[in-house]
């Protein structure tokens, strides 16, 4: 049974750098084929590609966020790491965290909401 | 920034039969498998469509998914209560960056 979980701060201040991890069991993140993404929602807006990491470490970033995203993974934790930089009131969302197998996401965490305001 | 297009709204009565339009690109829809997910009110996206038209196990056959060149549809028939949710459709897009993820804007289905 897989599953996901989201954890970090709920409230961040403007320029603050926020770190997100996700913990998952059922799977492993040293699996070819394998791997574990972030996805984030506004309030009341549609869903946001953010970043994603695969079993040899290959990563990848939405254009639009890859100066301010870093993700990282601890294979024997079975975590992955988020982290976004210079946060902003407009990066307010849910985040989410998915296992991607052959570039499906198929499993989701319940994600967690973040607010930014000073 | 969603770069497949959805319309706002669609709705149904019991029973009825929905279609759900997304609209894409070469670079994604066009060259590239489509994914469809159900957001159920309060909850994280389920993943409803894969690479297409397959169903993941223990989603019911009501749900099917096409695709034609750059555009893609979700049709939802016998339409039941517990169907009202948003739904939106994704593929990765060969973009000149990398290959990246790309969501549509959404649907909400409301059942009458």
């Known amino acids: 049974q897989i599953t996901l979980k989201e954890s970090g701060p709920t409230l961040v201040k403007p320029t603050q750098t926020l770190t997100l991890t996700c913990t998952f069991s059922?799977?492993?993140?040293?699996?070819?084929?394998?791997?574990v993404g972030w996805i984030r929602q506004p309030p009341g807006k549609a869903l946001e590609w953010l970043a994603l990491?695969?079993?040899?470490?290959?990563?990848r970033y939405s254009p639009s966020l890859k100066s301010r995203l870093t993700i990282t993974k601890d294979t024997s934790k079975n975590q992955v790491v988020l982290t976004m930089t210079n946060m902003d009131p407009v990066d307010t969302a849910t985040y989410y965290c998915?296992?991607?197998?052959?570039?499906?996401?198929?499993?989701w965490g319940q994600g967690t909401l973040v607010t930014v305001s000073s | 920034q969603s770069v497949l297009t959805q319309p706002p709204s669609a709705s149904g009565t019991p029973g009825q039969r929905v279609t759900i339009s997304c609209s894409g690109s070469s670079s994604n829809i066009g060259s590239n498998y489509v994914y469809w997910y159900q957001q159920l009110p309060g909850t994280a996206p389920k993943l409803l469509i894969y690479?297409?038209?397959q169903r993941p196990s223990g989603v019911p056959d009501r749900f099917s998914g096409s695709k034609s060149g750059t555009s893609a549809s979700l049709a939802i028939s016998g339409l039941r209560s517990e169907d009202e949710a948003d739904y939106y459709c994704?593929?990765?897009?060969?973009?000149?960056?990398?290959?990246?993820?790309?969501f549509g804007t959404g649907t909400k289905v409301t059942v009458l």
């Open positions: 990491i695969y079993w040899d470490d290959d990563k």
């Open positions: 059922g799977f492993s993140l040293s699996t070819s084929g394998v791997g």
């Open positions: 998915a296992h991607n197998f052959l570039y499906v996401f198929d499993y």
């Open positions: 690479r297409n038209n």
């Open positions: 994704a593929a990765w897009d060969d973009s000149l960056s990398g290959p990246l993820y790309v």
